[in-house]
């Protein structure tokens, strides 16, 4: 996993940025960990992340979708998505204020969407409750974008 890391700071470091494609698969990372919550990846919650790849041009044929398709069955270290998350904040602050603040509201909402695609593994979850454990992963993106209770982004 280290070397994802190391192809991000490479790009950065030749290019100044990443492109779009870079970027959307960088941004998708917090949401694969929120995936990770219980341990495990449902198919719900893989089909999720595939569409939300789809959303943002992946190609299923562009290695990208390998590299998701990786991260889906190899669960990443705790120190992975630290470091993703930090890339992540140092990414955006190139940013407009306006695109950053879509950019964490994309990010905050795929995450609460992949969240309620797993439910709370209940048989009595009919309507696909957000767990503990992945309530945790969401509060801590609030607090790494500071973002206050009502999603109000405090980004400059």
């Known amino acids: 996993m ?3 890391m190391d192809f991000f700071r490479n790009a950065i470091e030749e290019r100044g940025q990443l ?3 870079e970027r959307s698969l960088l941004l998708m990372l917090p949401v694969i960990q929120v995936a990770w919550a219980h341990g495990a ?3 719900r919650e893989a089909l999720a992340i595939f569409e939300i790849a789809r959303e943002d041009g992946i190609d299923p044929t562009h290695w990208f979708n ?3 398709d990786s991260f889906l069955v190899y669960q990443p ?3 992975f998505y630290e470091d993703a998350l930090d890339l992540i904040r140092s990414t955006i602050g190139d940013m407009t204020v306006k ?3 879509a950019a964490v509201a994309k990010l905050i909402s795929r995450s609460e969407r ?3 695609a ?3 593994r209940s048989p009595m979850d009919v309507d696909h409750r957000v767990s503990e454990e992945e309530r945790k992963i969401i509060e801590l993106l609030y607090e790494a974008f500071g973002l206050s209770d009502k999603g109000q982004a405090n980004v400059r």
């Open 2 to 4: 280290k070397h994802t």
């Open 114 to 116: 992949v969240a309620a």
């Open 66 to 68: 390998e590299k998701i």
């Open 41 to 43: 990846i449902s198919p």
């Open 19 to 21: 492109s779009e494609d």
């Open 118 to 120: 797993a439910g709370d």
């Open 77 to 79: 270290s705790t120190k």
């Open 99 to 101: 695109e950053r603040k």
